[in-house]
């Protein structure tokens, strides 16, 4: 069964840092990995999709990297600010579609 | 921009009562899929419809869940009898084909807290 990790938790910052989140999977059989925020309470907004054969997506501030065979991803947020707080969620995508998420990293960026 | 929508947004209830959440696909979308995410933790996958049919179901607690797509388009989730336990966050999501790799587009969720 794929199991989906991400490490922090939870970050805070001061506004203006470049900062990295991890997320780490079990099961390198993936077809794409995808990364979402989600302000408290609210649903989840894509950020980034990198499929297989990729190994990064940038858009933006926002910079995505994808290992299969280490079983890694990494999102990247450069300048942070104020208004990126919340919380990063990353799911890989099997080939059914299905996917699998990890807890998350709330991140919060103070002013 | 098309979105999913979902309602109510948020939904409190008694344990034992019966509760049902609406989701309204991205027009045009084959794939509707419902997760489950309690605070704190990333969702979880519930149901896949794939039109009107159930592709995945295998983490619905069937005893007491239900949904259904009837006609391929929008979609209710039901459950019978609430339990303390179900508190959470219901998410919807779409996706056009429900082919590999695919994006699927959220909704904004449907709050539910069993007192």
């Known amino acids: 069964k794929q199991e989906v990790t991400q490490i922090p938790a939870a970050l805070s910052v001061p506004e203006g840092e470049n900062l990295v989140l991890n997320c780490s999977f079990t099961?390198?059989?993936?077809?794409?990995l995808q990364w979402f925020r989600q302000d408290p309470g609210k649903g989840l907004t894509s950020l980034l999709l990198?499929?297989?054969?990729?190994r990064e997506q940038t858009s933006g501030r926002l910079n995505a990297s994808l290992d299969k065979s280490s079983g890694r991803s990494t999102l990247y947020i450069a300048a942070s600010q104020p208004g990126d707080s919340a919380t990063y969620l990353c799911?890989?995508?099997?080939?059914?579609?299905?996917?699998?998420f990890g807890g998350g990293t709330r991140l919060m960026v103070k002013p | 921009e098309a979105e999913v929508a979902q309602s109510p947004r948020y939904k409190i209830t008694e344990k034992s009562q019966a509760v049902a959440f609406w989701c309204d696909p991205i027009?045009?979308?084959?794939?509707l899929y419902w997760y489950r995410q309690i605070l704190g933790q990333g969702p979880e996958l519930l149901v896949q419809?794939?039109?009107?049919?159930?592709?995945?179901d295998s983490q619905l607690p069937k005893d007491r869940f239900s949904a259904e797509r009837l006609k391929g388009v929008d979609s209710t989730l039901k459950i019978q009898p609430a339990e303390l336990g179900d508190s959470a966050m219901y998410l919807c999501?779409?996706?056009?084909?429900?082919?590999?790799?695919?994006?699927?587009?959220f909704g904004p969720g449907t709050r539910l807290l069993v007192l």
């Open positions: 999501a779409s996706s056009p084909l429900g082919q590999g790799g695919e994006t699927q587009y």
């Open positions: 027009s045009g979308h084959a794939t």
């Open positions: 990198i499929q297989s054969s990729q």
């Open positions: 419809f794939q039109d009107e049919s159930v592709v995945d």
């Open positions: 799911a890989v995508i099997p080939a059914g579609n299905m996917l699998t």
């Open positions: 099961d390198s059989a993936i077809y794409n």
